[in-house]
């Protein structure tokens, strides 16, 4: 069985940074595109970035677009979420999936796996 494992958020000032880490355990994790989305109160769950089973390619939504990073480290299973320069409106639960077959998506049903999610609050 599959599981991952969202940490890193809390509270922060707009401005600061925060680093959320993803821990994979029970599959092929090096074979997964991986993803990181996030879902603000009322509001439906919305991407924020993908990467690649290698690494090699990044994909990011505008509104984080130069500001957040995604990177993965597949001897440690590990995907990792830099924000930088956060502002009050990235406030929201954030959650890191699985693509197990690999592709290029950025919709929340073409993810099999996802963690339990960890909140990002920024204060302005």
């Known amino acids: 069985q599959v599981q991952l494992v969202d940490s890193g958020g809390g509270l922060v000032h707009a401005g600061d940074s925060l680093r959320l880490s993803c821990a994979a355990s029970?599959?092929?994790?090096?074979?997964?595109?991986m993803g990181w989305f996030r879902q603000a109160p009322g509001k439906e769950r919305e991407f924020v970035s993908r990467?690649?089973?290698?690494?090699?390619?990044?994909f990011y939504a505008d509104s984080v677009k130069g500001r957040f990073t995604i990177s993965r480290d597949n001897a440690k299973n590990t995907v990792y979420l830099q924000m930088n320069s956060l502002k009050p409106e990235d406030t929201a639960v954030y959650y890191c999936?699985?693509?197990?077959?690999?592709?290029?998506?950025?919709?929340?049903?073409?993810?099999?796996?996802w963690g339990q999610g960890t909140q990002v609050t920024v204060s302005s």
């Open positions: 029970g599959g092929t994790f090096s074979r997964y595109t």
């Open positions: 999936a699985a693509d197990v077959h690999g592709n290029s998506y950025d919709v929340v049903y073409a993810y099999e796996l």
């Open positions: 990467i690649s089973w290698s690494g090699g390619s990044t």
